[in-house]
């Protein structure tokens, strides 16, 4: 599995810097046109066969409590990372170098199983409470 950060609504320059950071750890970075803030987040970082690398997938809609998902065409309110198929220590590494680099983003997550089917809203919408819980 190729180590891979998906980007949502970050300036050019951010996402420039960003690859550079990353490049020597062998991260590709790719930046999500508003288009796609509606598609599956695993499907953006995986493909479609990577459902199968991540095993049963669970629907948002299927999970108690929940945000819903907006309507397609909503755009995400401020800068988010997915991170797909970086291991702890390579994660702990691509943090201190986005530290170092001054290109801290508070909104992260991982593709999972259970956030496989997960858009851009739905997953901004769930990081921004616990960012605001945490954060209080």
Not at 4 to 13: A, P, Q
Not at 103 to 111: E, S
Request: hydrophobic share 40%; proline share 5%.
């Amino acid at each position: 599995m190729s180590k891979k950060i998906l980007v949502y609504e970050i300036s050019d320059t951010r996402f420039e810097a960003l690859k550079k950071t990353l490049r020597p750890l062998g991260v590709s970075v790719y930046k999500v046109a508003k288009s796609q803030y509606g598609d599956p987040i695993g499907e953006l970082a995986l493909g479609k066969a990577g459902q199968k690398a991540v095993g049963t997938v669970q629907s948002h809609t299927n999970i108690p409590g929940a945000a819903p998902i907006p309507a397609v065409g909503m755009p995400c309110i401020g800068e988010m990372l997915i991170f797909s198929g970086i291991s702890g220590r390579e994660m702990d590494a691509v943090l201190a170098a986005l530290r170092q680099a001054d290109l801290v983003v508070p909104l992260k997550a991982t593709v999972t199983m259970y956030n496989y089917s997960w858009n851009g809203y739905a997953i901004y919408q769930e990081l921004s409470k616990e960012h605001r819980k945490f954060t209080k």
